[in-house]
């Protein structure tokens, strides 16, 4: 899953980058006309996999990842973003905004206020505004073309109504069949977002944010990037001392992989074996077949059943022959729901 970080300049996008990652990405702005990005892909914590490491001791490990993009946004003078950086932001799986709360002379707020409330509402208001010009030159073509009773135009024109009334389109706006309809397309308003709100020791009026964000219906997550860059520079052994000073008791990287995966309702299954014990990520909800999908496109083609266990009772057989005779081991089919530590094995025939 590829999650972009996006913001105003000077809101300390590279530090929360440094933060999540434990990456050491330098935090001087990008300067002369060059549009870099810093980029990491990051494990996601399973204690799962380690003890299917321990029962299978395969050849390989992998845990599920998400990937962080530190993107490198330019802003106009009245504070939207530029349409190249919209086209990298298109390309995101979820947006992160970093809203900038810090109150620090040496860094200067490019807009002379420190408004977090507005800072957002500037950030939100520019994908609202490309999405909405995006679809009306869909609209203008499809009218050219005499198809506004097609399916396509009616859909182009409720989310064209809805991000006119200032609200994004939503993650729950479209249909698995509509997705497919738009699959040239990729609205930005429709993905996911979440707001870190980047916290110093001096801070701004989060009231503001806070209520912005919840008329959108966008979630928070406040965080103090400059400590957590530090902390996260250290070896994980030595970080647990610092973040019980903050009264935490897991680093930056594993509180806001937690957070994603609860907020975007993700879950992890897992393939074993002597070969590779492995966990791929999902939408909760997707179906045995559709989750087959996940590991090659060949699975889910040619699905015939699942063979699933539960970590749990795997974990206590501690072998899959010794699930199957305790009849822990069953046969599902391909509309079976997928459940949060599922061990699936797919049988398929292409």
Do not use: C
Request: glycine share 8%; hydrophobic share 40%.
């Amino acid at each position: 899953m590829e999650t972009g970080l996006i913001g105003l300049p000077l809101s300390g996008k590279t530090t929360i980058f440094n933060s999540l990652t434990g990456k050491n990405a330098s935090l001087s702005a990008f300067s002369g006309g060059k549009r870099e990005k810093n980029i990491a892909e990051i494990n996601v914590p399973d204690n799962r996999v380690n003890v299917m490491t321990s029962v299978f001791k395969p050849k390989k490990t992998i845990f599920a990842t998400v990937t962080f993009e530190d993107l490198q946004i330019e802003i106009t003078p009245e504070g939207g973003i530029t349409p190249s950086s919209i086209a990298d932001i298109r390309n995101l799986n979820a947006v992160v905004i970093i809203v900038r709360a810090f109150k620090n002379e040496s860094v200067p707020h490019p807009f002379e206020k420190l408004d977090p409330g507005a800072d957002l509402k500037k950030v939100l208001d520019s994908l609202i505004y490309s999405d909405y010009e995006m679809i009306e030159k869909r609209k203008e073509r499809l009218g050219r073309e005499a198809k506004k009773a097609t399916r396509e135009y009616q859909l182009l024109d409720k989310m064209s109504e809805t991000l006119l009334s200032g609200s994004l389109i939503g993650t729950g706006f479209l249909t698995e069949e509509d997705m497919k309809l738009f699959a040239g397309f990729s609205f930005i308003t429709n993905k996911p977002v979440i707001v870190i709100i980047n916290m110093g020791e001096s801070n701004a009026d989060t009231k503001g944010l806070e209520e912005t964000a919840k008329n959108y219906n966008i979630t928070v997550f406040p965080l103090r990037g400059d400590l957590e860059m530090e902390i996260s520079q250290l070896p994980r052994e030595d970080q647990k001392d610092f973040l019980l000073d903050m009264g935490l008791t897991e680093p930056a990287m594993d509180r806001f992989l937690q957070y994603i995966y609860k907020t975007l309702n993700l879950i992890s299954f897992l393939t074993v074996g002597e070969d590779e014990v492995r966990a791929w990520s999902i939408p909760g909800g997707f179906n045995a077949q559709k989750a087959a999908g996940r590991i090659h496109t060949d699975l889910e083609k040619g699905f015939i059943r699942a063979e699933v266990v539960s970590f749990d009772d795997l974990a206590a057989a501690g072998s899959l022959q010794e699930a199957k005779k305790t009849g822990k081991l069953r046969l599902e089919g391909k509309d079976y729901t997928v459940k949060d530590g599922d061990i699936m094995n797919i049988l398929f025939n292409v």
